[in-house]
């Protein structure tokens, strides 16, 4: 019995060194942290967003309304945005999956349900990115009415 043990984890040890489809290219994920600080020397992407906040003001309670945060790379290498998650189920976010090169301008996409919803909404969206900090928060706010108000 402990030598066909030994078999099968030895064939499940080979079988699975193999795969390499689903690993990024090292030159892409760079972390310059360490203890000492930052180190300036490694060529890091950089997100920069024209704004961080979008106010939809009134809305009609039901309607779904979007917006775009128009981002930019302004660092020296590509940006990739590894998820993009929201605070609430009523929002929902669409965003580049490839690789953005310096200098490269792209959307996130941020969709508002107001179905259900009632009063001043102030929802958050956080953008995981390969930059320094990895975290960027975006937030949209709205203030939901009743139809025929």
């Known amino acids: 019995m402990t030598k066909y043990f030994f078999i099968f984890i030895s064939i499940l040890l080979i079988t699975s060194c193999g795969n390499t489809d689903s690993k990024l290219p090292a030159d892409m ?9 930052l180190d300036k020397n490694v060529k890091m992407p950089e997100i920069s967003f024209n704004k961080t906040e979008h106010d939809f003001g009134k809305v009609i309670q039901g309607e779904v309304v979007s917006y775009g945060f128009k981002f930019t790379n302004t660092g020296e290498s590509d940006l990739l945005i590894a998820n993009v998650s929201t605070s609430c189920g009523c929002t929902v976010s669409e965003y580049p999956v490839d690789p953005i090169k310096p200098g490269e ?7 508002f349900d107001s179905q259900n919803r009632i009063g001043f909404q102030n929802k958050r969206i956080t953008v995981l990115t390969n930059a320094s900090p990895a975290k960027t928060h975006l937030y949209i706010k709205a203030e939901v009415i009743k139809p025929g108000q």
Not at 29 to 34: L, T
Not at 105 to 111: G, S
């Open 29 to 37: 994920v760079n972390n310059p942290v360490s203890a000492d600080g």
């Open 105 to 111: 301008t792209k959307v996130v996409e941020a969709k």
